[in-house]
C-alpha cells in the first residue's frame, strides 16, 4: 500500500480534527435545540396562560411574555387585594397575620417567583414590575417573614419537621427568599422582627445556614418522609425557587443537587412517568366505583411535574388548576433545572434498566420528647422529631421494564402515635409518615394500568398504618393492619377492564397485562385454604376476611411464554399456616428459592427466609443506580461505568462526573 505524501496526511489529519470537533460538538448543539425548544413550549404555556381568569396567573403571564405591561402590573396589584378581600375579610391594610394566613403562605411561591424574576435586577425579565407593585409585594413579604420566620426552628435538626413536609417547605422555604428581597432595602433592612427583636439580615443568614444543612442532612438520612406523596407539587416549586433565586451559591448548588437526588429516586422506581412501588399521603375518594387507585393518572403530581420538567406530553397546553396555591406549573415552567444527562436517559430507558431490586431506607420513626421540649408549641400543630439512628421503614421495590411492584415495610410491634405538641411526643409512627400508605404493582401499558391493595378507608378516605407487608422480589404479601386507624377491611383495586380479563384457578386470580402476568389470592389465616372473595364494583375484589393475608405473585415474558407457564410456576409454590405464621414458599423469578413469613397476629417483625427485616442497613439507597451509604452525605447515580457523585459533604457542594 502506498504511504500517504505529507500533503495528503495533512488533509486526513484536518478531516479527522474536523470529525472530532463535530462530534464533541453535537451533544451541544443537540443540547442548544432542545434548550429553544423548551423556551418555545413555555412562550405556548404563557400565552395559554393570558386567557386564566386568576389574576396572579394572568399577570405572570403578561410579565413572562413581556405584554401589556401595565395591565399585568394591574393583575398581579389585583391579586394582592384579593389577599385582603378574602383572607383579610376587607382589610385595609396588611397585617402578619392576614399575610401568615395558610391560604397566603400556600400561594407564596408564586409571589416569590414573580418579584425576582420580573422586579429589581439585571435578569432578561427583571424591570417589568412598577414601583407600586414592588412596594405592595415587598410590605407583603415583611408582613409574612413577621408571621412565619421562627428563629428557633433554625436551630433545630433539618430531619425535624413542623407541621408537615410540604407545609414546612412552604413556611420557611418561603421566609428566605422573602427575607433575601428585602435584606438590602431602606425600608426594612433595620427593621427588627417582632417576635425576637433580630433583623432581617440576622434572620436571613440563620435560614441560609439552616437550609444549607438541610440539604445536606437529607443526603445523610432521607430524602423524602412524604414518600413521592401528591403534596410535592407544594413542596418542590420551593427547592426550584431556592435552586434558581437564592443568592447563596452554595445553598443553590445543595438544593440543585438534592433535586437530581430526588428526581433519580422517582426515576427508577416509575414506568412511562407513573411511579410504582410505594408511597405516603395518597388519598382516597368517596366515589363508590373508583378512588384514588383509579383517579391516580389525572392529576398525579409527578407524573404532571415530570412532564414538565422532561418538557414532555404537550404540558405545555394542559389546562392547570386555577387556584392561586396552585402555582406549581409555572414555577416549573420557568426553572433552570434540568434532569442531569444520566438521569434523563434512565428515565426514559426501562428496558435498558432491566430488573433490579431497589431498597432505600425511610424517614419514618419518631423520637420520644416531652411536650415541653417541643420548640414550636401551638394547639394541634404536629412536631415531629425523627429518628436517624432507627428510621423504622423501608422501601422494597422490584423494578422490571414490564411492571414495578413494592412494598413498605414496617414493624408491626411500633404503634401510631401522638405528635401534636401540647402533648408528649410517643416513640412512634406518626401520622405524617403512615397515613395513606399506597402499595401498587404499575405495568409499563399505561399509566392508569396497576394493580393496589388497600383497606377502606373509614375517615374520610384516610387510613394510618394500614397494612403490614413482605415481599422479596416478585413475591409479596399483604395484610391489614388491625393496630392502624380509620382502617377498614382489605381489598384489592383492579384497573379498569381488568376484571373481565382475569382467570381464576384455585382461588388465585390470574392477569395478563402486556409482557407481564400476575397471580393475586387472598389466604385463610386458619388454615392457608382460599380465603372467599366477592366484588364490590368492577374495581374492588374484597376478601370475606377482613385480615386475611393476600399474596401477589408477577412474572414477565420470555420467562414465562405463558400465561399457562406463569400458572404452573405460582401452583409449584408452597402456602403454610403454622399458629400465628403465614408463609410462602417456593422460587422466585430467577430461580433461587426463597420463604417470606408474615406474622398474622402482628406480633412480630415480616421475614425472609426465617430472618426478621434488618431497618438498619448500611445503604440509604441501595439499587444498581442510585447508591449511598447511610449518613455519609455522598450519592452516586450511575449507569454502566459512568457515575454522577453527589458530595454534599464538601463546602463547594461539588459534583464529579
Known amino acids: 500500500m502506498a504511504i500517504p505524501s505529507e500533503a495528503q496526511m495533512k488533509t486526513i489529519l484536518c478531516g479527522l480534527l474536523v470529525m472530532a470537533v463535530a462530534a464533541h460538538a453535537a451533544p451541544a448543539l443537540q443540547a442548544s435545540e432542545s434548550e429553544r425548544q423548551r423556551e418555545e413550549h413555555t412562550r405556548l404555556f404563557f400565552e395559554k396562560e393570558l386567557k386564566n381568569t386568576t389574576p396572579i396567573y394572568r399577570g405572570w403571564a403578561r410579565l413572562y411574555l413581556n405584554k401589556d405591561l401595565k395591565e399585568a402590573n394591574a393583575d398581579i396589584r389585583a391579586a394582592y387585594a384579593d389577599i385582603l378581600k378574602e383572607t383579610g375579610k376587607g382589610a385595609a391594610e396588611m397585617t402578619p397575620e392576614i399575610a401568615g394566613d395558610d391560604d397566603v403562605k400556600w400561594q407564596m411561591r408564586n409571589w416569590v417567583r414573580i418579584y425576582f424574576e420580573f422586579g429589581p435586577g439585571k435578569g432578561p425579565r427583571n424591570g417589568r414590575l412598577e414601583p407600586e407593585t414592588l412596594r405592595l409585594i415587598e410590605n407583603l413579604f415583611w408582613n409574612y417573614a413577621c408571621n412565619r420566620s421562627h428563629w ?53 443568614d440563620a435560614w441560609n445556614r439552616y437550609y444549607k444543612e438541610h440539604f445536606v442532612a437529607r443526603a445523610r438520612f432521607g430524602d423524602q418522609a412524604e414518600l413521592f406523596a401528591d403534596y410535592w407539587k407544594y413542596t418542590m416549586p420551593e427547592i426550584f425557587n431556592m435552586r434558581d ?9 445543595r438544593a440543585d443537587m438534592f433535586l437530581d437526588v430526588l428526581w433519580t429516586d ?34 398525579d403530581a409527578w407524573l404532571r411535574m415530570s412532564r414538565i420538567v422532561r418538557d414532555q406530553n404537550g404540558w405545555w397546553n394542559t ?34 434498566r432491566g430488573e433490579y431490586v431497589y431498597v432505600a431506607r425511610r424517614l419514618s420513626k419518631q423520637c420520644a420528647m416531652p411536650a415541653a421540649a417541643a420548640p414550636i408549641r401551638k ?46 411526643l410517643d416513640e412512634c409512627y406518626p ?65 379498569k377492564g381488568m376484571k373481565d380479563r382475569l382467570q381464576e384457578r384455585d382461588g388465585w386470580f390470574f392477569l395478563e397485562e402486556g409482557n407481564a402476568f400476575l397471580a393475586v389470592k387472598a389466604f385463610s389465616r386458619a388454615d392457608a385454604s382460599a380465603c372467599p372473595t366477592s366484588w364490590d ?6 376478601p370475606q376476611d377482613p385480615d386475611a393475608p393476600v399474596v401477589f405473585v408477577a412474572g414477565r415474558k420470555p420467562k414465562f411464554r405463558t ?12 402456602v403454610r399456616t403454622e399458629g400465628n405464621r403465614f408463609t410462602v414458599a417456593g422460587a422466585d423469578t430467577d430461580g433461587a428459592q426463597c420463604a417470606l413469613t408474615l406474622l398474622t397476629d402482628l406480633s412480630g417483625i415480616p421475614e425472609v427466609n426465617g430472618k426478621p427485616v434488618n431497618f438498619t442497613p448500611a445503604k440509604l439507597y441501595d439499587s444498581p443506580y442510585l447508591d449511598s451509604e447511610y449518613g455519609s452525605g455522598i450519592v452516586t447515580i450511575k449507569k454502566s461505568v459512568r457515575q454522577h457523585v453527589l458530595d454534599f459533604t464538601k463546602t463547594d457542594g461539588a459534583v464529579n462526573e
Open 152 to 204: 428557633v426552628r433554625t436551630t433545630r435538626p433539618a430531619t425535624d419537621i413542623f407541621g408537615t413536609e410540604n407545609h414546612e417547605m412552604m413556611h420557611y422555604g418561603n421566609v428566605l427568599m422573602a427575607l433575601q428581597a428585602l435584606k438590602e432595602l431602606p425600608d426594612y433592612r433595620d427593621r427588627a422582627l417582632p417576635e425576637d427583636g433580630r433583623t432581617v439580615r440576622e434572620h436571613l
Open 245 to 253: 433565586l437564592a443568592e447563596d451559591p452554595v445553598l443553590r448548588q
Open 266 to 299: 422517582w426515576t427508577i422506581g416509575q414506568l412511562n412517568g407513573m411511579r410504582g412501588g410505594c408511597r405516603t399521603r395518597i388519598y382516597q375518594d368517596s366515589k363508590e366505583t373508583s378512588d384514588s387507585s383509579a383517579d391516580r393518572t389525572s392529576d
Open 319 to 352: 389546562t392547570y388548576h386555577p387556584h392561586p396555591i396552585r402555582g406549581e406549573p409555572r414555577v416549573l415552567a420557568m426553572t433552570g433545572y434540568r434532569l442531569p444527562d444520566l438521569v434523563e436517559e434512565l428515565a426514559g430507558d426501562a428496558q435498558g
Open 379 to 424: 394547639p394541634n400543630s404536629p412536631w415531629v422529631p425523627f429518628d436517624v439512628t432507627d428510621t423504622r421503614m423501608l422501601s422494597c421495590e422490584f423494578c422490571t421494564p414490564d411492571y414495578v411492584m413494592g412494598v413498605l415495610l414496617i414493624d408491626p410491634l411500633l404503634k401510631l402515635g401522638n405528635s401534636h405538641t401540647e402533648k408528649d
Open 431 to 495: 401520622a405524617l409518615t403512615s397515613q395513606n400508605q399506597y402499595y401498587a404493582l404499575q405495568f409499563a401499558t399505561g399509566v392508569e394500568a396497576r394493580v393496589v391493595p388497600q383497606c377502606v378507608g373509614l375517615g374520610n378516605g384516610k387510613t394510618y398504618l394500614q397494612q403490614q407487608a413482605i415481599q422479596h422480589k416478585n413475591i409479596q404479601i399483604v395484610q391489614r393492619n388491625k393496630n392502624g386507624k380509620q382502617t377498614g377491611p382489605m381489598r384489592i383495586y383492579f384497573a
Open 537 to 542: 364494583n368492577e374495581f374492588w375484589l374484597q
Open 563 to 574: 400465561l399457562g407457564e406463569f400458572m404452573t410456576y405460582v401452583g409449584k409454590l408452597a
